[in-house]
């Protein structure tokens, strides 16, 4: 079934306008919702720009009333749900507006593209916190779920509808698991981002706070090959049913490692002189550039995830190596005027 009309819900946020824009090139007609709690109306001018009379844009919230309404007058044939609430701190300080956002909000589209005919959704989980404390390195998707927080649970309990959805109405649903994905257009005032976050803080030559000791590991995928990702779905018919598919490089990087690299970075692309780029040692009781915090409630100390399953049956993998796309990073920073004036 070629995909013709396409709705991306949270598409004004980080992941989504990128993707926005992938599907524009494509030719797709696409209709973005958001209620711009996170996103920025700013992260849409390229696709809207470029579109013209194919893009259309709703402020509006999942668990409106109106959703139904505004999907079924679109008729899209694929759905594209990556609107959530993302803060894992957030959702442990409020798990029931974690549950209305993230469980309430995906059952209620899930019966709009029922109701309106819409045979493909593909839904944004998280490969970082949906498996716990792995038992196994990297995690396939096989491993046992065992969240630590509301969010991950929230990501899981979405799948299940989505499951559900496939086996009883007939519909393709596919979860798509994501690592820690980082890149131009992140919101560097979340505790989500941490390449945001420290990349803005070098460029301001601000002190760096890691939460914890530093060594807890994650696995990045840069932002552009999470979007190829769920294109690699545009074209492709597999009846119906539910698949969860890992999305990342199936590399085990550590906070520390993050560090490091964006300042090497940084070195390469001159951004900044040397001398004036925040060093940081395996511990920092001797760097005065670094603070170091204690851990975030429902953080997991390592996490990284096999791709191995969507490598095999789409063809998918990472293109970007974590060097090149802190490169990138760093100067769509820059070139938005990141830096502390």
Known sequence: MKTQKAIVTGGAGF???????????????????????????????????????????????????????????????????LAAQMNVRRSVEDPAEDARTNIEGTVR???????????????????GAIYG???SFPATEEHPTSPKS???????????????YGRDHGMRTVALRLGNVYGPRQNPKGEAGVVAIFATRLLNKETLRINGD???????????????AFL??????????????????GGEISVLDIVDALREAAKELKILPQDTI???????????STEFGPALAGEQLRSVISPEKIKSELNWSAKVNLRQGLERTLRSFLEQGVRAK
């Open 15 to 81: 992941i989504g306008s990128h993707l926005v824009d992938a599907l524009v090139k494509r030719g797709i007609e696409v209709l973005v919702l958001d209620d711009l709690s996170s996103g920025s109306l700013e992260n849409l001018e390229q696709a809207k720009a470029e579109a013209g009379t194919r893009f259309q844009f709703k402020e509006i919230e999942l668990c409106s009333d109106e959703l139904s309404d505004v999907v079924g007058a679109f008729a899209p044939d694929t759905i594209f749900h």
């Open 109 to 127: 589209l899930l019966e709009a593209a029922r109701l309106a005919g819409t045979h493909r959704v593909l839904f944004s989980s998280t490969g």
């Open 133 to 135: 404390e792995q038992e």
């Open 150 to 164: 509301p969010y991950g649970l929230s990501k899981r309990a979405g799948e299940l509808y989505l499951d559900y």
């Open 214 to 228: 530093g060594r807890q590991t994650r696995d990045f995928v840069y932002v552009s090959d999470v979007a190829e």
């Open 232 to 249: 690699k779905f545009l074209d492709s018919d597999h009846g119906t049913g539910f698949t969860a598919y890992n999305i990342g490089c």
């Open 278 to 288: 925040p060093d940081i040692l395996p511990g920092g009781e001797n760097d005065l």
